[in-house]
């Protein structure tokens, strides 16, 4: 109609700048409906929409007006990302690559703690609080949304900032790393402050990065656990400069135990929880390895010098008050003092006597316990010295007579009435003497925990007084494995009270024979006579020798009878030189780690029982990462089996395992996603999220093995998983053991390993991982002949259509074999061979 008319040139071009006008605002009125969303959408690759509505010079004019309103953008910023002269007509790409470069220099310049130097970035600071609001909106939901794009465009835009990258130092940077070299600056400065000692401005750096709050280390997990690393460090740091001489001017025995109990154990654990995330995480891929093992040389000889002025306050109290503390700190006394009143209520008690439990470790473990309608008190007492298992172990028997122990043999247990106490047996037979007129029942640790409720209930039944025997944490230390595995015998202690109390156990009491002194570089290792002449910690002599550092201790202040002579005592951390190494602990001497053991005694007046919900544990195995192993695992609710209105614990704890197999150790090293990691444990929620979890096997020598995910405490009904595929188990013996100057003598053996699995049962029950037959019996071939040819397996499969298909899923095969297969190839083709 308008044409029709035949308007004049000045008539058309203000009709054409109305309609213009008006798609503009039609497109200005799209944009305030949809939001900052289609931006997102845009930066994140998908700008088919705004593509779609700016099809005309006017309309992407109007975006940009938008792109002010919203995040303060402008034309001059936007000009410097279009290589063309100023009068060349925008185009949206260059708008959009503005954009994205606008939004996260708006991020990074008031996330930072001083102005900054690339003149550009500097009128940034003057924006307006919502305007900075809306930028950082945008850069998050964009890293949420779209993280490859994100990547992208951060690098992007990290080439822009370059020169002030450059300039920045790790103190200058704030919470926010919108850039990867930001966080790497930041890391740099984190490692240089533990160097340093600064340990409050690596912690910052370290809570500022925790969990999901840095978008870089979600995607690199190396990173992540050099993270990890300095946060226990830092936190190891911190606690042990809090603690610096937690005995100076104890007056008694009685004040530098309670001292201890009170501030010097949380420096131990410090120091072991340190020692357990610096097994599983510092390796040489790891960014800043070098900076990072110096901070662990470091740490160490700060702990050890802390722990020699320990040693040295602890013994100049004995040596001024004695030895032996009064009877309520003696070890000796603990049966008559702590058990009887207990047993005297005619409920079931359950004694446990682990060996080598250190006081720190049974504090860990209240946090555990102290749940509503549960009594739990924690108290210190001293170990009998010489602080070795045959002594501690069958001190705590009532064996003392007129408070002075009967010694058989040299320290080979108690003498008590007609019979000597010497083993688990012979304790169990005197407790319950004394107590029930009948022995006790004495169980290992291990069976508590595969035997199920009512058959635990039924063996407990005819007695009230149950007496645990656990001897893991002293032989994995032993066995030089005792970082890898003292959290994991903790929660079996923690598992085996709820089985006992689910078995109708009321009262539980945990304590040890000694604790122990941990190993490393820092050690010193004082020669004494013939190597054959002291233990590791302290001499039997029978006179009281005067040497620099030591102390002797007659047998006889000590409350023994029937063996002479003296206790010849290092009075710090020093061992002595016996030709033993290996070991990841020490014990024997006077030091408050070895001595000072825990009393931990926890009741539940109430009844308690397993909620009515089943949950089943689901893992998929995934390729490999780094080295390290990965599974991705959940936990779900079977609500054909669970009752309406009851669900499971919101946390419920998972451990990996290799099935009948004890002399494979299992490290857990990260989890991601809805589970968490958690003193060796996985917590998992009931979820259908996935969990990724990292972890490695070790062994007696390089095999493969299948692992189990199942639920330690018994807490819940959990149905466990074991996927099928198989897992490279490293061999211990590849590790360099530390350099000690003595020549190895052989300690306390682990348990002979089973010979790789040969036999037809165990063949069926890998093999039937394939639902193929004619697959199966290609590996099964293989495993019996060592080969097998590419003719001979088309032979087996059926047709060159069906070994193409097996050449296609044979790296999928692999995960279901108990053994490793290489390719070769020949004239005749491929050759499949085993891997010894």
Not at 475 to 485: F, P
Not at 583 to 608: K, Y
Not at 671 to 691: F, H, I, M
Request: hydrophobic share 40%; charged share 25%.
């Amino acid at each position: 109609a308008f044409l029709a008319n035949e308007p004049s040139l000045e008539e058309a071009d203000r009709w054409l700048a109305a309609a213009m006008s008006g798609r503009s605002e039609d497109l200005l009125r799209f944009l305030e409906d949809v939001g900052p969303a289609v931006l997102v959408e845009a930066l994140g690759g998908d700008p088919s929409v705004l593509q779609a509505r700016i099809d005309v010079p006017e309309k992407l004019a109007a975006f940009q007006a938008y792109l002010h309103a919203l995040t303060g953008l402008d034309e001059p910023w936007v000009r410097q990302f279009t290589p063309e002269r100023a009068d060349t007509p925008l185009r949206l790409p260059e708008v959009l690559s503005a954009a994205g470069a606008w939004l996260l220099s708006v991020e990074y310049v008031h996330d930072l703690r001083r102005p900054p130097h690339l003149e550009a970035l500097m009128r940034l600071r003057d924006l307006d609080a919502p305007i900075v609001r809306a930028c950082r909106g945008v850069v998050e939901q964009l890293r949420a949304r779209h993280p490859d794009a994100y990547v992208r465009l951060a690098d992007e835009v990290e080439s822009f900032v370059a020169a002030e990258l450059r300039l920045m130092s790790a103190e200058d940077l704030g919470q926010v790393d919108t850039f990867r070299e930001e966080e790497n600056r930041v890391l740099a400065g984190a490692v240089e402050a533990l160097a340093l000692g600064d340990w409050a401005k690596a912690k910052a750096w370290c809570h500022a990065r925790e969990g999901d709050r840095s978008f870089w280390l979600k995607r690199d997990q190396t990173r992540r656990w050099a993270w990890n690393l300095v946060a226990e460090a830092a936190e190891f740091g911190t606690v042990l400069t809090r603690h610096e001489r937690p005995l100076r001017g104890a007056r008694s025995l009685e004040e530098a135990t309670e001292r201890y109990a009170v501030d010097g154990y949380l420096v131990d654990g410090a120091h072991r929880r340190f020692e357990q995330r610096r097994l599983a995480l510092l390796e040489p891929r790891l960014p800043y390895f070098g900076a990072l093992k110096e901070v662990v040389g470091s740490l160490r000889a700060r702990h050890r010098a802390w722990a020699d002025d320990l040693a040295r306050d602890f013994t100049g109290v004995c040596k001024e008050h004695g030895f032996l503390p009064p009877d309520s700190l003696q070890q000796r006394t603990l049966f008559e003092q702590v058990v009887v009143p207990l047993l005297a209520l005619g409920e079931k008690v359950a004694l446990f006597m682990v060996d080598a439990f250190r006081y720190e470790m049974a504090a860990e473990l209240v946090e555990d316990f102290e749940v509503p309608g549960t009594i739990v008190d924690l108290k210190p007492r001293l170990a009998e010295l010489p602080t070795i298992t045959p002594v501690g172990m069958n001190a705590l028997a009532p064996v003392a007579q007129a408070g002075r122990l009967h010694v058989a043999g040299v320290f080979q247990g108690f003498k008590t009435g007609e019979y000597t106490v010497n083993r688990p047996d012979t304790r169990a037979r005197a407790m319950g003497l004394r107590t029930v007129s009948k022995a006790g029942i004495s169980l290992k640790l291990g069976e508590i925990g595969e035997a199920k409720t009512t058959e635990l209930k039924r063996k407990l039944a005819p007695h009230t007084l149950v007496i645990v025997h656990s001897t893991e944490i002293d032989d994995a230390g032993e066995a030089n494995v005792g970082l890898a595995s003292f959290e994991s015998t903790l929660q079996q202690l923690k598992a085996a009270r709820q089985h006992l109390q689910l078995a109708g156990v009321k009262h539980f009491v945990f304590t040890a024979d000694h604790g122990f002194l941990l190993q490393d570089e820092t050690t010193r290792i004082q020669p004494y006579g013939k190597k054959t002449d002291p233990s590791r910690r302290h001499v039997l002599d029978e006179h009281p020798r005067e040497e620099a550092g030591m102390l002797p201790v007659s047998l006889k202040s000590l409350g023994y009878e029937g063996l002479e002579g003296y206790l010849l005592l290092r009075e710090d951390t020093a061992s002595f030189a016996t030709g033993t190494v290996g070991a990841s602990f020490v014990h024997g001497g006077n030091s408050p780690q070895e001595r000072i053991i825990p009393v931990l005694t926890v009741t539940r007046p109430r009844a308690e029982g397993r909620s009515l919900a089943e949950c089943a544990i689901e893992a998929e195995a995934l390729p490999d990462v780094v080295g390290l192993h990965r599974l991705r695992v959940r936990l779900v609710l079977d609500k054909e089996r669970s009752s309406l209105g009851f669900t499971a614990s919101s946390r419920i704890s998972v451990a990996l395992r290799v099935p009948e197999r004890a002399d494979i150790t299992t490290a857990l090293r990260d989890a991601t996603g809805a589970g968490t990691l958690q003193n060796g444990r996985l917590q998992l929620p009931v979820s259908q999220t996935w969990t990724e979890l990292f972890f490695a096997l070790e062994g007696p020598r390089d095999e493969r093995a299948r692992v189990e995910l199942h639920h330690p405490d018994g807490v819940e009904t959990v149905r466990a998983a074991m996927p099928e595929a198989w897992f490279s188990v490293g061999s211990r013996l590849s590790r360099s053991a530390p350099a000690r100057p003595e020549t190895p003598r052989p300690t306390r053996r682990p348990s002979k390993p089973p010979p790789v699995e040969t036999t037809t049962t165990t063949v069926l029950a890998w093999a039937d991982a394939f639902e193929t037959e004619a697959v199966r019996k290609v590996f099964v071939h293989i495993e019996k002949h060592g080969a097998i040819t590419e003719p001979e397996v088309t032979q087996f499969l059926g047709s060159p259509r069906a070994f193409r298909t097996f050449s296609r899923e044979f790296d999928g095969y692999l995960l279901k074999l108990p053994f490793k297969v290489r390719v070769e190839s020949g004239e005749g083709g491929k050759r499949y061979v085993k891997d010894n």
